[in-house]
């Protein structure tokens, strides 16, 4: 049997940060309302010059690296994401592009923060199936140019970042154990932006109402999900045949603290088995399971023959829990443990790149 196994990892966080502090000289917040509220203490916000594509080609481009495989050689770029470079072309075609992976296909995949784990498991499928050997896999967001920085119900709560795994058909056991992807779109007005697209096209009017950026119903979404989040994790674990106790590390959404506490209370799932960095970068959507994992990694968590179990919850509503096991060596990463994300370090140059 073909097994997806992940032998490349990379992260990518935008140098600005954003303490509460800042925010609290944009509205009527304060650092202590959102620490309690969430568990964020700061956010990365991508430079004006930076891009979906740019982001996701530096995270990209770390894990091919740590796997040592050549973009020529991949045969499928996967980019999850609900804020796109253009609603036309998909940003994993200039993507792969700037990568230099001219023999591969490329389509983006839009499930909001749950967009990670659809695009992990499709990407799975296309291994298993025999159809392609080299799969990368990227979730990455630029929220911060959708969101209305006079409301404060939203912009204290979202962050800019790129995660990355590189897929690898494999005969050695491990990689995706079990899986389970959910929707219910009666959520479709809790978490949108509600112009720009068929419904609603832009206009003077809609820009004017602010309707290009995103709206949510926060405690309607914190209830749906504090629920959906244990039922993915329970649903995941299933069709993997494991319970609760087989897992070695949980790497969930980081949408908020107050969730995640919720779920370890649910299952009695420890502290040290829970990896939570939500404090420094906010919830960044379709990034934020890839960009915990890549931590998780880079903190020496999670080592060859441990089960992990990814769970996320977004708009939609959709929600997806994934349980693999991990095969590669941690050791493998460019950087030493810790130092592995791009944050502070100079961009990299996209010379050259189409983008
Ligand atoms: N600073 C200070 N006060 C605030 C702020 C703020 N930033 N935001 C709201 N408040 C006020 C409200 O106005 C309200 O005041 P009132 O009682 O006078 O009306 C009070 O704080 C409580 O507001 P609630 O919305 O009830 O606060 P709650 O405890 O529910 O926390 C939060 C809000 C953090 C948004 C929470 O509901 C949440 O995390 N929701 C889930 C978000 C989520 O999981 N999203 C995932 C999907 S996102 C995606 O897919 C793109």
Redesign the pocket.
Known sequence: MTNALITGWGMYAPSRVMTNDD?AEL????DE??VT??GIRERRIAADDETTTSMSVNAARDALAVAGLDPAELDLVIVAT?TPDYPLPATSVTVASALGARHAAGFDLQA???GFLYAYATGSSFLASGMYRNVLVIGVEI?SRFLDWTD???????GDGAGAVLLQASDQHGGLLGVDLFSDGTGCEA?IVPAGGTVRPASVETVEARQHK?R?L?????KY?TRQMGESALAALRNAGLTVDDIDQFVF?Q??L??INSVQRQFGIPDDKTFVNIAKYG?T?AASVPMALVEAVGSGRVHPGDRVLMVA??????AGGAVIEWTADPARALLAPGEQTRMGRPQQSLAGAAV
Do not use: K, P, Q
């Open positions: 925010l509205v009527d917040t304060n309302w959102i509220r969430t609900c909001a923060c749950s929220l404060r119900s939203t912009c204290v709560l979202f978490i995103i949510m926060g405690s309607e979404v914190y999900a959404h949408a908020n107050r969730i919830n959507s919850f977004g708009g939609g509503y959709t």
